[in-house]
């Protein structure tokens, strides 16, 4: 308890001026705005195609598209609140921050299974078809939520345990320490996130090899396999630095006290939006089939457009 009211003392303190403050959340609507643009054209393409929806790749891809942009929206939410309403009951904030915690640790689970189907692909191509099927890629959609959710719902079920009901009517800073502040939630998290960490990397590593020793050898689509997950890696460590940014943020706030709000800024920025942002590049630029059908569908829109502003 005493590490959250710091950090809410220390944004207190330092709060940053009306025109850093109003710079700061334009740049998160425009990002926000231009990935939820993007976003919403791979899934407007999917689901457009029949070819995507009864190809597993396609849909463990555009599960991930859509859990990142409700968690881009979710995030973005919360620190335009942050400076404008500022304080939030507890109640609310308590939906906000649950929301935006599944679809956060969801994004690495989702690359580890995209990994794997990858891997499969590559180095099974002969059982490819048989192991992975849309059916089976619904399941392991679902037990990725399982999962989470049985990572975040301790969260909430300790605090209903723990404090008086009044704390749920009270308006706090919407931060997850704010609003699940019991000393246990924090020892919880830190070990879930070094297990999550642990077998999301160990999955990666071992598929990347996989793929890199099949690619000396093999195929064309071998040696791309090998890039996407490099990609899908790289992805990865950004979004795996959610896992890291709790101490990292107290680290600062100590380091850099006058500076914290900027501190704050720039991890949200680099763990919440930067990794959000990769996907539409994975799939949407790389794929050449992706790719082929997004390019119809933009270029399909601007005719339109055309033809609309001369009839007009």
Known sequence: MNASSGNVTVVLQYRDSFAKAVTKNLIVVF?????????????????????????????????????????????????????????????????????????????????????????IAICFPLRHVQICTVQRTLILISLIWMITTLSVLPDLFITLATEPLDFFHSRVFCLRNTVFPHPLIIQKRDITYGVFLVIVWVTIIYTYLKILFTAKTASKDAKKAKNTILLHGFQLLLCMATYAAPHLTNALQKWFPTNYTDSLFVIYVTVQILPRSISPIIYGIRDKTFRRFLKGNLLCKITVHKSDNQNR
């Not at 990002?31 to 643009?37: A, F, Q, R, W």
């Not at 939410?77 to 906000?96: A, D, N, R, W």
């Open 31 to 119: 990002l926000g705005i231009s990935i939820g643009y993007i976003n919403a054209n791979l899934i407007h393409t999917f689901c457009k195609h029949q070819i995507f929806y009864k190809n597993p790749r396609y849909v463990l891809f555009i599960h991930l598209v859509i859990n990142d942009m409700v968690q881009v929206m979710l995030t973005a939410i919360l620190f335009i609140i942050s400076y404008t309403i500022y304080k939030l009951s507890v109640s609310v904030c308590c939906i906000f921050m649950l929301l935006a915690l599944f679809t956060t640790e969801n994004s690495p689970l989702n690359l580890a299974c995209m990994a794997v189907e990858c891997y």
